[in-house]
């Protein structure tokens, strides 16, 4: 009988530890959303985020249509949606699903993805994810949208990452990929490409 009142006492105070950290968390999503300064809070930018991804339209088959629709802000988007629709859930055959695409659509595919890797943990990231195996084809990439000198510096990391690999030398490459922004603007550079390129991209 003994043994059972402790066991009872034991599962009464689990419950109440669960049920804390329950109302902590409501708290402290509740602490974001109404005191971040950014436009909405910290938590409703998370939750709009993943509204959207969850919302928008994943696209099998591109069309003319397709293209000429879309407004410029999510051309991009559009094409990595529908390669990546090819591809497994935890993306081990994306190079060999890539290499089965046009070049025109591995082209805007693989800077999108230099893109986020980059942006999200510098080269570092970018060499360490399974996007770093694309480091060849990204420096051809950005030549065939115009962007010579993010090709340049793509140049420059592959050689360094093959020498060293990850290394704090990337570091400054990433500095240098973010000012090359005011030069080059990749999101003006890839509408062009797809728009110019609208009838390879479509004919798969």
Same mark, same amino acid.
């Given at each position: 009988?003994? *043994?059972?009142?402790?066991?009872?006492? #034991?599962?009464?105070?689990? +419950? *109440? &530890?669960?049920?804390?950290?329950?109302?902590?968390?409501?708290? %402290?999503?509740?602490? #974001?959303?109404?005191?971040?300064?950014?436009?909405?809070?910290?938590?409703? @930018?998370?939750? =709009?985020?993943?509204?959207? /991804?969850?919302? !928008?339209?994943?696209?099998?088959?591109?069309?003319?249509?397709?293209?000429?629709?879309?407004?410029?802000?999510? +051309?991009?988007?559009?094409?990595?949606?529908?390669?990546?629709?090819?591809?497994?859930? %935890?993306?081990?055959?994306?190079?060999?699903? +890539?290499?089965?695409?046009?070049?025109? +659509? !591995? &082209?805007? /595919?693989?800077?999108?993805?230099?893109?986020?890797?980059?942006?999200?943990?510098?080269?570092? @990231? #970018?060499?360490?994810?399974?996007?770093? !195996?694309?480091?060849?084809?990204?420096?051809?990439? #950005?030549?065939?949208?115009?962007?010579?000198?993010?090709?340049?510096?793509?140049?420059?990391?592959?050689?360094?990452?093959?020498? =060293?690999?990850?290394?704090?030398?990337? $570091?400054?490459?990433?500095?240098?990929?973010?000012?090359?922004?005011?030069?080059?603007?990749?999101? =003006?550079?890839?509408?062009?490409?797809? %728009?110019?390129?609208? $009838?390879?991209?479509?004919?798969?």
């Amino acid at each position: 009988m003994r *043994l059972q009142g402790i066991l009872i006492k #034991f599962r009464f105070i689990v +419950l *109440l &530890t669960g049920i804390c950290c329950v109302c902590s968390t409501i708290v %402290r999503a509740q602490y #974001f959303a109404d005191s971040s300064g950014l436009e909405g809070g910290l938590a409703g @930018q998370v939750l =709009e985020s993943a509204k959207e /991804y969850k919302n !928008r339209t994943i696209y099998t088959n591109l069309t003319p249509d397709v293209i000429d629709s879309a407004p410029d802000n999510k +051309l991009s988007q559009i094409i990595t949606d529908y390669i990546r629709s090819k591809m497994n859930k %935890r993306l081990s055959n994306e190079y060999e699903v +890539l290499m089965q695409e046009p070049e025109q +659509l !591995r &082209t805007i /595919y693989i800077i999108s993805q230099v893109e986020a890797e980059v942006n999200n943990g510098g080269f570092a @990231q #970018f060499y360490s994810s399974t996007a770093g !195996r694309l480091g060849e084809e990204a420096e051809k990439a #950005f030549e065939a949208i115009q962007a010579s000198h993010l090709a340049s510096l793509i140049k420059k990391a592959n050689s360094t990452y093959k020498a =060293e690999g990850i290394t704090d030398k990337l $570091k400054s490459l990433d500095e240098q990929f973010f000012s090359l922004y005011e030069k080059e603007d990749l999101c =003006e550079l890839k509408v062009k490409y797809i %728009r110019k390129n609208k $009838k390879a991209l479509t004919n798969n």
